[in-house]
Every structure is written in C-alpha cells, then in structure tokens.
C-alpha cells in the first residue's frame, strides 16, 4: 500500500546568492510562512517540473514535508528547520530574527 501523501512544500537553494528558497504562489520566496503548501500530489508534482526547468534561478529542488499551524507551513525534519533558520556560522540574514 502506498503511504499517503503528506503537506509539502517545494524548496530549493537560489543560483546565485545560495540562499534557502521555497516556492511560493507569485515566484520564490525566502520566508516558509509565505511559500505554497501542497496536499495533492499530482499538483505537488506538476509544480516540481515547473520549479525544476527554472535552472537560471534556482538549483537543487526537491519535495520538503512540512505539517500545519493554522495555515503555517512548519518543517517536521530537523534539516528542514535548520535550514529555514539560514547559515549558522554567525548571526546574520534570517539569523537575526532568532
């Protein structure tokens, strides 16, 4: 039996600039809150091709989970929240707000 399908999240490193990015409705995002949660799973996988042909902008795309708060978007693995937390060398860029 297949295992169900379960809130995701598209995220991805941006080409340039190397930051954690997620897909969000209007283009990408580096904020969790504001990227698009899926919960069917042909969509998820149409917006991965879409996501994925985007080789001038964005590099290493894949599938996240992420669970609910409301209508939060919260990482359930651990590499999942550290990387939305941004570089832990020292305090800056999304750091800073922790």
Same mark, same amino acid.
């Not at 964005?58 to 359930?76: F, I, K, M, Q, R």
């Given at each position: 039996?297949?295992?169900?399908? %379960?809130?995701?999240?598209?995220?991805?490193?941006?080409?340039?600039?190397?930051?954690?990015?997620?897909?969000?409705?209007?283009?990408?995002?580096?904020?969790? =809150?504001?990227?698009?949660?899926?919960? /069917?799973?042909?969509?998820?996988?149409?917006?991965?091709?879409? =996501?994925?042909?985007? %080789?001038?902008?964005?590099?290493?795309?894949?599938?996240? /989970?992420? %669970?609910?708060?409301?209508? %939060?978007?919260?990482?359930?693995?651990?590499?999942? /929240?550290?990387?939305?937390?941004?570089?832990?060398?020292? =305090?800056?860029?999304?750091?800073?707000?922790?």
């Amino acid at each position: 039996m297949p295992k169900p399908f %379960t809130p995701k999240v598209i995220t991805a490193n941006a080409l340039l600039e190397g930051d954690v990015i997620y897909l969000a409705d209007n283009g990408w995002t580096r904020q969790l =809150a504001q990227a698009e949660v899926f919960t /069917d799973e042909a969509h998820a996988d149409l917006r991965m091709i879409e =996501a994925a042909a985007q %080789t001038g902008e964005v590099v290493g795309v894949y599938l996240a /989970d992420v %669970t609910l708060e409301g209508s %939060t978007p919260v990482p359930t693995h651990f590499r999942e /929240d550290f990387r939305a937390r941004g570089p832990s060398n020292y =305090a800056h860029g999304k750091q800073e707000q922790f």
